[in-house]
């Protein structure tokens, strides 16, 4: 092996280990999102952004191993979850066009929220 070889690998470990630190931060705070809200289309949002960290702990995990394959299956779940996202969005949708008293509540609480600037 060349020593361009071993840098190269050595690299390569490095930047998967710290893309994975990040990735678990970003996981804990979107995981805090979720949790805390405040409305159902930002806990939508967080949960879409759930599955793409999840996409790429898979993605990260199979350069790791060099079993790449899991790459495949964070395709699949990419693709899961963009037709998730667009379940939960026509869900929110048709709850606010049957006059759901909760998503307007939630509705006028953002509007007012967006007028006082927060």
């Known amino acids: ?5 071993v840098f190269a690998e050595t690299f390569l470990d490095i930047c998967v280990h710290v893309s994975l630190a990040i ?3 970003s996981f804990l705070i979107i995981v805090f999102r979720t949790v805390r809200g405040p409305s159902l289309p930002d806990r939508v949002v967080a949960l879409d952004m759930l599955v793409a960290v999840g996409i790429g702990f898979i993605a990260a995990i ?3 191993t060099h079993y ?3 790459i495949d299956i964070a395709i699949t779940l ?3 979850g963009f037709l998730a996202t667009v379940a939960f969005a026509r869900f929110v949708l048709n709850r606010g066009s049957a006059g759901d008293e909760t998503i307007m ?3 006028k ?3 007012e929220r967006r007028e006082q600037g927060l």
């Open 68 to 70: 790449y394959l899991y």
């Open 23 to 25: 990735l678990t931060v």
């Open 1 to 5: 092996m060349s020593p361009i070889e």
């Open 62 to 64: 199979g350069v790791l």
């Open 78 to 80: 990419g693709l899961v």
């Open 109 to 111: 609480e953002s509007v």
């Open 105 to 107: 509540q939630e509705v």
